[in-house]
């Protein structure tokens, strides 16, 4: 049974990470895909921690230790007043050095996996049923310059992100953003995020928003709230 009908939504917007693209989810874990030795919780790295006279564990991890100040550092870059060599070197420092900028940046750089099956095809799907497509992430520079090479990335109409408009969600000034910049009317917008904050931000936007489960493939969730919504049977 759908709720609404094909014409009610015409703008399918996404986030990116954790629903158009693969992302490790925690420090720890993009450490291991980059090979930065020391800084992931696999059973040799975590060993080393506990040797005679080694560099305790979570030195190598800031969102440990110094969780707040890594929060802090990562909103200036998601909203572009903070460069990535500042960010690196940002997170260095709150490892003590014990990570040197290079380290962060190939961590950094492991973050993002790649498009989940199918997204691409779902995109290009949309496009030709004369919806908009557009994604609205909080991301950065670096990140946003890496997904260029991606075809499901490039599938999207309409491009908008945390860094360009300065503003990150939840905060309601970035859905106001993204409505100036494509004239998208909240009611015209069926929106995917896969974290609960954003997802109450855009309804109380006005938006109809469904929350994505990232550990699982998220184009057979994103298929049946179209199918509930009436954009794709």
Known sequence: ????????ISW?????????????HSW???????GVRGASNSAPDLARSHAPNSTPYSM??????????????????QRGILSHDDFCNGVSQLTSGVLSAQDVARIHTAVIVGAYDGVEQLVLQLNKRGLSTACLSNTNHQHWQFMHSMAAFNAIQ???????FQLEKPHQAIFRAF?????????DILYFDDLADN?????QAG???ILIDPHSETVPQIRRALATHGVLL
Do not use: N
């Open 28 to 34: 720890q874990h993009a450490a291991a895909a980059a």
């Open 60 to 77: 190598f991890d800031p969102t440990l230790h110094r969780a707040d100040d890594f929060r802090t550092l990562v909103s200036e870059q």
């Open 199 to 203: 997802i109450a931000a855009a309804m």
């Open 179 to 187: 409505e100036s910049a494509t004239q998208a009317r909240p009611v």
């Open 158 to 164: 309409h491009r908008h992100a945390s860094h360009i």
């Open 12 to 24: 399918v917007v996404f986030d990116l990470g954790g629903v158009i693209v693969r992302i490790h």
């Open 207 to 209: 938006w109809r928003a």
């Open 1 to 8: 049974m759908t709720t609404q009908s094909a014409r009610d």
